[in-house]
């Protein structure tokens, strides 16, 4: 539960700075397109090269696997693949903020996948935690009980049959 409450304040810090981040890059975008125009940004975005695949891993906590994106073994295209010559600053600043953001995004949606399947797994605790207190212990005391109440039952029989036998035998 520590880890879990943990991953989420990151999770709610992480929120804030990609949120912060994506805002200033979706201004300056907006400006470099009012500045340059539409179409001459998005065929500057179309030179931008691929971003490559990330590799994805597992990692126990708790003994639940959760995601683990190595987002620092990711190597970005440089942000200014395009002429500066024909471009404005603004569009240099939209792609160098989306870059920076990248990392982030990636850090989030692993954060993001850890507090799901953690919180699936509390949940699955949750019930089982549920169900020994209201079931299963509740049947062991019953059980338990009606063992004792058997076994008394059978000292009486057995004390009586013994008071018996020992009056046959003396009288």
Known sequence: MVEFFKVIKEREKLRTDVSDHLGT???SLID???L???TEVANISRSYPQIPDVPVSTLNIMGTKVPQIQSDL???PSPYNYSVAFSTHKLDLAS???QTVLKDILRLAEIEGTILKLALEIEKTKRRVNA???IFI???NSTERYIEMQLQEREREDFFRRKRIKALMQG
């Open 32 to 34: 470099a397109q009012m």
């Open 74 to 76: 990711v190597d970005l």
């Open 138 to 140: 509740p049947r062991l």
């Open 132 to 134: 020994l207190e209201h």
């Open 96 to 98: 160098k903020e989306f």
């Open 36 to 38: 340059m125009g539409q």
């Open 25 to 27: 890059a979706y201004d």
